[in-house]
């Protein structure tokens, strides 16, 4: 029986061109024109206004949530 050092190897595929997908969040950083300030977010009350409305329904990252001691409620 013969063995292959590299059993996976063969022709290379190009993977097709996939949508960015952007989240909510995301575009909220980018209209209060904090997208590349995430350090800065904590201080946003516009930001901190929308999280506190769409923290259960929205993505809203972990640490964030934690700087404002908001907590996501799950849905049964």
């Known amino acids: 029986?013969?063995?292959?050092?590299?059993?996976?190897?063969?022709?290379?595929?190009?993977l097709p061109n996939l949508p960015t997908v952007v989240s909510q969040f995301e575009r909220m950083t980018e209209q209060v024109g904090l997208r590349a300030a995430p350090h800065l977010w904590p201080y946003d009350q516009t930001l901190k206004a929308w999280v506190k409305a769409n923290k259960n329904k929205r993505?809203?990252?972990?640490?964030?949530?934690?700087?404002?001691?908001?907590?996501?409620?799950?849905?049964?």
């Open 1 to 14: 029986m013969a063995t292959h050092a590299n059993w996976a190897s063969g022709p290379t595929r190009q």
């Open 59 to 76: 993505y809203v990252p972990e640490e964030l949530l934690a700087a404002w001691d908001m907590h996501v409620v799950m849905d049964d």
